[in-house]
């Protein structure tokens, strides 16, 4: 019986297999790349892409990472570039298909940037927009302690929040709201981990940049962890000449260093010679290494230093967010690493037979796992299956429904109100009530939580914070409508001024459920018109598929005294056009309130998604009626149907609907038999239309079909006319689209209508020219 071996010669053992799993990592992530672009079929002449260079630089860190680092509760957003690092370690876990590599980058395979919703391996959070992936880390990390301190994650289960980021994706301003935001929630378990390799798409980064970024990240309260040589490289600075190579190499620009990486070893010689080969001990120290030998050291930095990675990663052992600084050399391993072009570059034919050849991969095994490796097949099966990430499971956790109110519990407010005040008594009347949806409901603003009407759920529910904090204006007598406790249990997060901010809280709390296994209800609010300062965080959002409740209020003209930078003209496009995003406009409070319910219930269902409310400040005089709930929720209902075969529609969406009604009620002498129809969700219902052009119909096919052939459409709108123009396609009908096409101004609602041609006269003369 063999004696079992020392921990040290355990740690070396294991270290020595990562790294030849390493060299797998970084073949078969090349290898992809060069099958896509080189050996698969190309029908259309396009160069398919896939950044070896980038996947090359980062591969050694997520080795040291999967292989050894992570645990089963860790999450990690990966660097887009290195997405085909990514896959090539889950299919050396068994968790990718060779299918799935073969079809890199085409329809059905893995896809170019990590994606949760699109790959068949286990992402955790999408990127591919640089820098949200990063930021989208800090916010899951919140979102974890949320879920620590309101019961529904055991705090022995928190994991480890980790970015996997490229120096350029720093440039990112979004980045840096994140962490000023982190900062003020006492962030913890969180990793950013930096490939500092120094080059961008189009050049060489600026010198010395790591300076700076480490002077913001300890300013914010992260630990900031550089590593930049390599332990070769280490032992040559105690060497007797060492001193004066590490100082040559600190002030060396990054083009420079980057150049003569891609030059090799005899180019190293020559400048260093040149620099300093006159001062004590350097030449007798170059002499000392040949060719190979001195380009090996000379790039020999800690971001391919496996050891080195493995130990620092391993040394953590508190909570606080950390920040490393990895120097790397992009397209390290490849012919044209540190080449200041290679970003999209792509090894040759014959580059990529002698990269085959150095890999020891024989010829018609290229895919196969472990080909070409020192060891037999079923060591490396053995290791792999006891690593730590190995642990996790395949099958993202199913979290449980939550029960939403039925239709006669469901708060509805009455009385004259504006949708936006209505919104806030629902979410408050929740609150008041209690129950599992009240209990699962997390509400945040950036800064707008009195002024979008959240004030009465918060103060019910309170801020929520991981410490208790004291409210000095209440301890001092203070009278304030504020009363917001704000500690472990609070229900809101509150946040500054940055929507950036705001739709990537969104996208961690929505995504609950599957990183945690128990679901919230994120409910977040914003102006309208600043949806756009966040547009690209929302779209990511929804890329990933999160679920919540976007309440942006108020919205369009009707904001009448605030003026143009208030005033917001096409966001209603903005709702049609967002993939995974419903968009609804509610007139009235029952709507609001039916709509509100369903979307409790959407945000939980598998083929779901999230809803967007475009709310308005104006009150409206609430009417007393029974809706059709299943007609609301596709879109629109005959708020006064038409007779049969009708000339004439006033068709309308949101606040207008007084000047709608005003207008249809003028012409019914004029045209009897004309209809008034509510949109409440001009998405909904175009997205029914399109769904149901193969010829099965649609809910707006069969409102339109009450009117005549030759009958006239009237669509007015605080918004977009395009939001509502196209109903003239679905049966043929004629359209007069009114609308917002210019920016605003301030001024009263009855001026600024007449102005902008939204007043019942503007639709009556629409009607007028419709029907000449």
Not at 439 to 448: E, K, L
Request: net charge negative; proline share 5%; hydrophobic share 45%.
């Amino acid at each position: 019986m063999n004696a079992p071996l020392p921990a040290q010669s355990l740690a070396n053992h294991a270290q020595d297999v990562i790294a030849e799993l390493d060299d797998k990592v970084r073949w078969l992530s090349a290898w992809t790349i060069h099958n896509a672009n080189h050996l698969r079929e190309s029908r259309d002449g396009l160069k398919v892409g896939g950044h070896q260079a980038s996947s090359a630089s980062m591969a050694t860190i997520m080795s040291a990472l999967y292989f050894s680092v992570l645990q089963p509760e860790d999450r990690v957003a990966v660097k887009p570039h290195a997405s085909p690092v990514f896959h090539a370690i889950q299919y050396l876990y068994g968790r990718q298909s060779l299918d799935q590599l073969q079809r890199f980058r085409s329809l059905g395979g893995a896809q170019s940037y990590p994606s949760r919703t699109k790959d068949k391996d286990d992402v955790d959070f999408s990127t591919g927009s640089v820098g949200l992936g990063v930021a989208m880390t800090a916010f899951a990390s919140i979102t974890q302690d949320y879920m620590i301190a309101h019961g529904a994650l055991a705090p022995e289960k928190a994991g480890r929040m980790i970015s996997l980021l490229g120096d350029a994706e720093l440039d990112e301003g979004n980045i840096y709201e994140c962490v000023i935001e982190g900062a003020k929630h006492d962030l913890r378990n969180c990793w950013w981990i930096v490939d500092y390799n120094r080059q961008s798409l189009d050049a060489t980064t600026w010198d010395s940049m790591f300076l700076r970024f480490a002077d913001i990240f300890q300013a914010v309260g992260w630990d900031v962890i550089t590593l930049k040589y390599g332990r070769k490289l280490q032992a040559a600075f105690a060497r007797k000449g060492g001193a004066e190579l590490e100082r040559w190499i600190d002030e060396s620009p990054n083009d420079l260093y980057a150049a003569l990486s891609f030059q090799g070893g005899a180019a190293w010689r020559a400048r260093l010679m040149a620099d300093i080969g006159d001062r004590p001990g350097v030449k007798a120290l170059l002499a000392s290494y040949d060719d190979d030998a001195l380009a090996g050291l000379m790039t020999n930095l800690a971001g391919h230093d496996l050891g080195l990675l493995l130990d620092t990663f391993h040394a953590v052992k508190d909570e606080r967010p950390k920040f490393f600084i990895v120097y790397t050399i992009k397209g390290f391993g490849l012919p044209f690493q540190g080449h200041k072009d290679n970003h999209s570059g792509l090894m040759t034919v014959a580059q990529m037979e002698t990269f085959q050849k150095r890999n020891r991969v024989p010829e018609g095994r290229e895919w196969d796992k472990f080909a070409g490796l020192p060891r037999e097949a079923a060591e490396y099966e053995a290791f792999l299956a006891a690593a730590p990430f190995a642990g996790r499971k395949t099958e993202r956790p199913e979290a449980p429904r939550i029960a939403v109110p039925g239709l006669a519990e469901f708060p509805r407010p009455s009385g004259k109100q504006s949708t936006q005040v209505a919104f806030g008594k629902i979410l408050n009347d929740l609150a008041r009530a209690g129950g599992e949806l009240a209990d699962a409901i997390v509400t945040t603003s950036p800064d707008v939580t009195v002024s979008t009407n959240l004030g009465g759920f918060v103060n019910q529910r309170g801020l929520f914070a991981r410490e208790g904090r004291r409210d000095q204006f209440k301890d001092s007598n203070i009278a304030s409508p504020q009363k917001w406790i704000m500690g472990p249990k609070g229900q809101h997060i509150e946040l500054g001024i940055a929507e950036n901010n705001l739709f990537l809280l969104l996208a961690a709390l929505g995504l609950s459920g599957d990183l945690f296994g128990r679901r919230v209800m994120p409910v977040g609010t914003l102006y309208d018109p600043f949806i756009n300062r966040g547009l690209d965080a929302l779209n990511y959002a929804c890329y990933q598929d999160a679920r919540f409740l976007l309440v942006a209020t108020p919205s369009g003209l009707t904001l009448a005294p605030e003026g143009g930078a208030h005033q917001s003209i096409h966001t209603p496009l903005i709702g049609m056009a967002q993939d995974k995003l419903s968009y609804f406009e509610p007139a009235y409070v029952d709507e609001l309130s039916a709509i509100m319910r369903w979307a409790f219930g959407h945000m939980q269902d598998a083929d779901g998604g999230s809803v967007y409310l475009r709310l308005s400040t104006r009150a409206l005089e609430q009417p007393a009626r029974e809706l059709d709930e299943a007609q609301l929720v596709e879109g629109a209902y005959w708020e006064v149907e038409p007779a049969a075969g009708a000339d004439l529609a006033v068709v309308y969406a949101g606040a207008v609907a007084p000047e709608a009604r005003e207008a249809f009620e003028l012409m019914l002498e004029d045209v009897p038999g004309a209809g008034l129809l509510a949109v409440p969700s001009p998405d909904r219902l175009h997205r029914g239309w399109t769904a149901g052009m193969g010829g099965t119909g649609s809910h707006v096919e069969r409102l339109l079909s009450r009117l005549a052939p030759h009958a006239a459409l009237v669509t007015v709108i605080d918004g977009p006319p395009a939001t509502l123009s196209w109903l003239g396609g679905v049966l043929g009908h004629k359209v007069r689209a009114l609308g917002l096409e210019r920016f605003g101004q301030s001024g009263d609602v009855p001026d600024l209508y007449r102005a902008y041609r939204l007043d019942a006269e503007a639709i009556l003369d629409a009607a007028a020219a419709a029907l000449a």
